[in-house]
């Protein structure tokens, strides 16, 4: 979503004679009760108090006015005047002053306001500033927040921040009623009904400023970071529409409870801790050898994904690790970070090998990195190479010190992105999802066959299936006989446009459930803004903790066998 700029450069003259207004016109007349103004492109005369300034530079280049109203409760008593400083006739104004606007009648971007205007003071005010207008969000059905369009409001419920995407680049946080927002397939039911329902109770909390990557950046707390989940309530601000969102642009300081606080690690018991962890496009190619590569841009920035990426899973201290987003030049992405955990454990971890049917030609691939001191593996390790899949599952038997084995099969399904134009499209689960249906089906066949080859029914498949909880890909797992050790749909490793969810999941066969002894999701990562990531090219803060080290939260698995 781009953030609006308003681009006027007419300098401020003198309306022509035969333009003039015949009289003042209430701002509720020139807001109307529909979506545009009725009045665009006339020029009006407005009275009224300033009840937001932001007429600075790094500001919206303009103030917000209220009159006393007009008795129609239908249309909106604020209106925008774009009126920015740089312009050395404008009058600067302050919140409280009562002042007179003729210009013309304009929509720019959703937001009815008033152009190239002429401002002057006047005494003996008719009108205070207003108390602001108490509203709860989000507002009846039947009622368009559009009539509140411009005005001073308060609203005094506790609202969840649902995404920071847009924090570092534009200044604002989405904040949601009744808590954070989940991705319809997550929630299940009518999913048309679910994403209406979330772009209703969703609002912007913006800074007030047409900035882009504004430094220093709003909202963000002690530890130089604003997680989803967090709260705010009683936000009192200018109530605006612009872009197809609504936002409030503050006139009082947030005040922001720190709700979701950055956890500890997980304990999932069991004598062995299996992770899944998306390792965000590890690649050695760089950017700036290959624009076709996904990782990196510089060493720099590879140094630094590196880093943090071995500060969570050490941190994890896992017995495997199955990893997803490693480059596809054979073992080579794989043996590089190996390598780079082994000079930080002593040489603790070894990894399976590249099968030899192969892992597919997407450009990304999946990895098995296990503890040498607590499994081995048992035979040679398999990959699914049906035309069905893109990126083949890895699947490795392996035998603890006791004897017991099982068998790990890591995972990357389809994503939900690069939509073709037709077939495959989206109904409502991203499209692709008939292809990773396909795959689901594909995978419950791997496994049966996994087992009869490797002797052990003890299956765990896990990884990014880029599928929400109660999607049809999911479904297809389950009635193939897999079982989910976590049964909610609120559980969430990721956060797309606001909405969370859990793309990353583990199922075990039925001899193996009973051998589950936790299944957690560390939020280091799908919480946080993603301006804290190794890119320096987003002025992200030189430092190798783990806290958005990827993109997707890390899962983990406890198991004793």
Not at 86 to 105: E, F, H, M, P
Not at 137 to 162: F, G, N
Not at 387 to 392: C, E, I, L, N, P
Not at 519 to 539: G, M, R, T
Request: glycine content about 8%; hydrophobic content about 35%.
């Amino acid at each position: 979503m781009n953030k609006f700029f308003w681009l006027w450069a007419i300098p401020l003259l003198a309306l022509p004679s035969q333009s003039q207004p015949q009289s003042q016109t209430m701002i509720g007349a020139v807001q109307g009760r529909e979506d545009k103004s009725p009045l665009v492109g006339k020029t009006v005369e407005i009275l009224g108090v300033v009840t937001g300034d932001f007429q600075e530079a790094n500001q919206l280049g303009g103030f917000f006015m209220q009159d006393g109203g007009d008795g129609d409760n239908a249309t909106s008593d604020g209106l925008f005047v774009y009126a920015p400083l740089s312009r050395k006739t404008t009058l600067d104004v302050q919140v409280g002053n009562y002042v007179a606007v003729q210009g013309i009648v304009e929509e720019f971007n959703g937001q009815t306001q008033i152009g190239r205007p002429r401002v002057r003071p006047l005494a003996g005010a008719k009108f205070k500033v207003p108390q602001p207008l108490p509203l709860n969000w989000p507002l009846p059905q039947d009622i368009s927040p559009e009539r509140y369009e411009s005005m001073l409001v308060k609203i005094a419920q506790t609202l969840t921040v649902t995404s920071n995407y847009e924090l570092s680049r534009y200044g604002t946080l989405m904040l949601s009623s009744g808590g954070r927002l989940f991705s319809p397939g997550s929630i299940g039911g009518d999913l048309k009904k679910n994403a209406q329902e979330n772009a209703r109770r969703a609002l912007l909390l913006d800074d007030a400023s047409t900035k882009r990557s504004p430094q220093p950046l709003p909202y963000l707390n002690a530890l130089g970071t604003r997680r989803t989940g967090d709260t705010v309530a009683n936000l009192t601000g200018i109530l605006t529409e612009s872009f197809e969102a609504f936002r409030l642009h503050p006139t009082d300081t947030p005040q922001f409870v720190e709700a979701n606080p950055r956890p500890a690690l997980p304990a999932v018991g069991g004598t062995l801790k299996i992770a899944s962890f998306n390792l965000h496009n590890y690649f050695t190619t760089l950017k700036s050898q290959d624009r076709q590569a996904r990782g990196a841009a510089t060493e720099t920035d590879k140094a630094r994904q590196s880093a943090k990426l071995l500060t969570a899973v050490r941190a994890m201290n896992p017995d495997i690790l199955a990893c997803i987003e490693l480059e596809n030049n054979g073992d080579k992405a794989l043996f590089d970070f190996l390598g780079k955990l082994n000079e930080a454990t002593n040489g603790a971890y070894d990894a399976v090998e590249e099968p030899a049917a192969g892992l597919g030609e997407d450009e990304i691939r999946v990895g098995l990195i296990y503890k040498k001191a607590k499994v081995k593996p048992q035979g040679a390790p398999k990959s699914d190479t049906s035309a069905v899949f893109d990126r083949a599952p890895l699947a490795q038997t392996f035998t603890t010190p006791g004897g017991a084995a099982f068998t790990v099969v890591v995972n990357h399904f389809k994503s939900k992105g690069s939509c073709p134009g037709n077939g495959d499209v989206d109904e409502g689960e991203g499209c692709w999802n008939q292809k990773r249906m396909a795959q689901a089906a594909q995978l419950t066949k791997f496994i049966f066959q996994l087992k009869q080859e490797s002797g052990s029914p003890n299956v765990l498949t896990l990884g990014d299936y880029n599928a929400y909880f109660n999607e049809a890909p999911l479904r297809i797992l389950r009635e193939g006989g897999l079982l989910s050790p976590r049964q909610s749909a609120e559980d969430y490793s990721f956060s797309y446009d606001g909405r969370a969810g859990s793309l990353d999941h583990a199922f075990v066969t039925p001899e193996l459930a009973p051998k589950v002894t936790g299944v957690a999701v560390w939020h280091i990562n799908s919480d946080e803004p993603d301006f804290l990531d190794y890119s320096v090219d987003k002025a992200a803060p030189e430092n190798a903790d783990y806290f958005r080290s990827s993109d997707h939260d890390p899962l983990l698995i406890g198991l004793d066998l």
